[in-house]
């Protein structure tokens, strides 16, 4: 079946720091590839996606490949700020089941 | 625009109570989802109605019952909760059934006492 493993948090950065949130997953076939991200008491926004090898995600800043020889869409972005602090979380949907199956989540705090 | 909203956004219920959680997306999607979370988790899926229809039933007890009256509306009933069904109730749909992006809404943060 369809997995999704993220590196486990929490992660703390300064402002204006680089950000890393390694993402790998295992799925048979061709899945389409997302970054969600949850502010503090709010549902989940889609933060970005890739649909086929080679993709590449942006938004907000934000940037993920879609990288099918290594299985990976790490989420990265330059410069974080304290407005980005939430918990992110990889996803797929696709290969042998359609239903969508996230990792287990990675919090990020910025602090000032 | 690719709102989805939820009503209410808190709820306290006891255990005896009758009481629906409400969505309603008007992007024309055809698929539409409940999700539970619990704190520090991912969502974990437990309904999926697909053109109006109850497609996927994850297993969820019979205590949580969902309706689409139409297709930009889901109702989640919920009779006899446990302090345990306590969470964050989240809704979300989607062009086509399981396509490739879900929207979500805020969710309704649910208490049961």
């Known amino acids: 079946g369809n997995s999704v493993t993220q590196m486990e948090g929490p992660v703390t950065l300064s402002e204006e720091a680089f950000l890393t949130i390694n993402c790998t997953y295992t799925a048979t076939g061709y899945p389409s590839l997302f970054w969600y991200v949850q502010y503090p008491g709010e549902g989940l926004q889609l933060l970005l996606k890739?649909?086929?090898?080679?993709d590449k995600g942006s938004n907000k800043g934000f940037e993920a490949t879609y990288r099918k020889e290594t299985t990976s869409f790490h989420l990265e972005k330059g410069s974080v700020q304290v407005s980005d602090s939430a918990v992110y979380f990889c996803?797929?949907?696709?290969?042998?089941?359609?239903?969508?199956?996230f990792g287990k989540g990675t919090l990020l705090t910025v602090n000032p | 625009d690719t709102e989805v909203t939820q009503t209410p956004k808190h709820l306290v219920m006891g255990m005896t109570n009758k009481k629906s959680l409400k969505c309603e997306q008007h992007m024309g999607h055809r698929a539409m989802y409940w999700y539970k979370q619990k704190a520090k988790k991912p969502p974990e899926l437990m309904f999926v109605y697909s053109y109006e229809k109850l497609s996927i039933n994850e297993s969820v007890p019979s205590r949580f019952s969902p309706e689409c009256p139409n297709s930009s509306l889901l109702n989640l009933h919920l009779h006899a909760l446990q302090p345990e069904d306590s969470a964050l109730y989240l809704c979300?749909?989607?062009?086509?059934?399981?396509?490739?992006?879900?929207?979500f809404g805020p969710g309704t943060r649910l208490t049961v006492t």
């Open positions: 996803a797929l949907t696709g290969g042998s089941n359609y239903k969508l199956t």
């Open positions: 979300a749909s989607s062009s086509i059934p399981l396509a490739y992006e879900q929207y």
């Open positions: 890739a649909t086929k090898a080679d």
